[in-house]
């Protein structure tokens, strides 16, 4: 049977014929061992006469192999002041691209060998690994539909040091069951993932596992206990009603650290009564990513199964819709930690959906007095995020105890090592101005009346909003009980549409926190 993603990352090679073999090229002399010899003259060869070839690398035919093709990638130039771990990846999703361009089902991917590469390269065969998988992805409709998959089996070997092999395989096969299950989620369209059908499928993944799952869908508790989050969802009709979806993971010994992560979960984004128009509502199926990285960091979790970590995730799940019971501009609102808002923007919705979870976790932290927490939200939240940095970086800023920790920095380096990358941005006290209110009837201002990609600092405010709303400003670096908090923006790096989501930051977020573990 087929993973559930469509890639079987369990292979017995050893009774399968591999139907084509890919040479991960980074340091000739070293990638060619005893077992690759044979095939050093049929590349030096087509180097020779082909220089594109040298540096592109291509396929060559083997009639007389078992193997069938020959596919040569070379790695290129790493030590460049901007080359990163990325360049590992594009060789090999190169090399893998040709072979099944060729027909080729059973492929053998071989690492290059470690040179003794700079620290930023320490997990360079992860994140080959990880950008294979990438692309050997297929989407869940497709595979419910006939069952497809773009490969049989695939395998990878070094012929050098086996119990590393064996090690990051296997960290690669849970990053990579996490990516799979936030891609199905993020990815599927926005009634294969409404908001209940997301919640019977997370059910459904981690029934029998070390995550517990928590469902709410009853409205009149949302409304209660999650009033920003039931502001969003009142325009919806009943098979797209929100729901709220807890997940927890405890650790078989006392945790030294505990994590809490929120997720935002707009299923469809219509903009709601400030509706997108003019044909940017394509795609909105995605604003779904955020807590569909929640979602698969657990099921990683569950996965590798750290001992001294705990982890809680949150998933607002809600349809941004549009109808006569929808929010509206100008509407007050109260928060869960009791603050007033005026709605400025209906298409602001994200922080709306996500701040009283933050809430949630926050007062559970202080009831509780959990030791070493570490707070994060997580949404494809702004289009300001792009116009600042660009596609496929996430942006992560810090408040002041989070700063001290240097969280975003730890961050930004592991997912460097993987292939995961993120920009460090700053939440400066102009952020916090913003939103404060501009009259005697509310205390912040949810938005004010232009898309985040038209307004300056379009991603820091957001950011700014859910620590004021939440009341976690009265938790900062001049409080008796300091909480970490750190908001993660991945408009960007999600994915581009059309296309296939990326499954960030659950690679970067792996690398950080459980690798160390494993």
Known sequence: MPHRFGINLAPNSADKKCDALIIISYDDKLTFTRELEQYRKLIDEQKEFDIKYQIEGGMIVLPNSSFKRLIYTPVGPIDRDFDDVRTFMDAATRGLSRALKAGARMPLIILPSNNGFHEQYSLYDL????????ILYVPLENREFKNLTK????????????????????????????????????????????????????????????????????????EKEFPCLAAVNRASVDRHAARVIFLSYEPEETPEKTLFLVGKGVTYDTGGCDIKSGGVMAGMHRDKCGAAAVAGFLETVNKLKPKKIRVYGAMAMVRNSIGPNGYVADELI??????????????????????????????????????????????????????????????????????????????????????DLFEISTIRREDFKFNEGKSEYEEILQSNNAPSS???????????????????????????LPIPFSHIDIAGSSGSFPGVPTGAPIAALTARYLIGEF
């Open 151 to 222: 490969v049989d089996f695939i395998d990878f070997t070094n012929f050098c040091d086996v119990k590393r092999e064996t090690k990051i395989m296997e960290l690669a096969k849970a990053i990579e069951c996490g990516r799979g299950f936030a891609r199905d989620i993020g990815g599927s369209d926005p009634e294969r993932m409404s908001a209940s059908n997301t919640a019977k499928y997370v059910e459904a993944l981690f029934e029998n596992s070390s995550v517990k799952v928590e469902i709410i869908s009853d409205l009149k508790i949302i």
């Open 127 to 134: 994140a080959i690994l990880l950008g294979v998988y990438q």
């Open 454 to 480: 038209r307004t300056p600092r379009g991603h820091q405010i957001p950011a700014a909003f859910l620590i004021q709303v939440s009341k976690l400003d009265q938790h900062g670096i001049d409080s008796d």
């Open 334 to 419: 109260v928060s869960r930690a009791g603050v007033r808002i005026r709605i400025g923007n209906t298409d602001a919705e994200g922080r709306m959906a996500m701040v009283d979870l933050l809430t949630y976790y926050k007062e559970k932290i202080i009831a509780e007095q959990i030791p070493n927490p570490e707070m994060f939200t997580i949404a494809t939240l702004t289009g300001h995020c792009c116009m600042a940095v660009g596609f496929d970086y996430s942006i992560i800023l810090d408040n002041g105890p989070a700063r001290k920790k240097r969280t975003a920095q730890l961050i930004q380096e592991a997912g460097d090592r993987v292939g």
